[in-house]
């Protein structure tokens, strides 16, 4: 199973940026789609972004696209969530997750990725 730890979040002023990395090991993630959740105080854990295992297929939920960018080196077994033009709507406990090996469907569903990191906060203050 492969072992994911995030980092890059903190603070940022509203129209700010952040990038989180998501460090793998245990397996190299070229087997895995990759997914960045986020779940804000209260809410439902939410899709973000995903990328397919080779990166030639991203997914994005609608209240980020433009804004965010997904992307990964298999090489350094990283993925990256590039995050721009950052709103308070966006704080969150931020989620990198795995899907199950060899698929490559860059899924938007939770139950479809069966390993995940501990969270990276990000604040977005107005």
């Known amino acids: 199973q492969v072992q994911l730890v995030e980092s890059g979040g903190g603070l940022v002023q509203a129209g700010g940026s952040l990038r989180l990395s998501c460090a793998a090991s245990?397996?190299?993630?070229?087997?895995?789609?990759m997914g960045w959740f986020r779940q804000a105080s209260g809410k439902e854990r939410e899709f973000v972004a995903a990328?397919?295992?080779?990166?030639?297929?991203?997914n994005y939920a609608d209240s980020v696209k433009g804004r965010f960018t997904i992307s990964r080196d298999n090489g350094k077994n990283t993925v990256y969530l590039q995050m721009k033009s950052l709103k308070p709507e966006d704080t969150a406990l931020y989620y990198c997750?795995?899907?199950?090996?060899?698929?490559?469907?860059?899924?938007?569903?939770?139950?479809?990725?069966?390993?995940w990191g501990q969270g990276t906060q990000v604040t977005v203050s107005s």
């Open positions: 245990g397996r190299t993630i070229n087997l895995h789609v």
């Open positions: 997750a795995a899907r199950g090996a060899i698929l490559n469907s860059p899924s938007s569903s939770i139950t479809d990725y069966g390993s």
């Open positions: 990328i397919s295992r080779f990166g030639t297929s991203t």
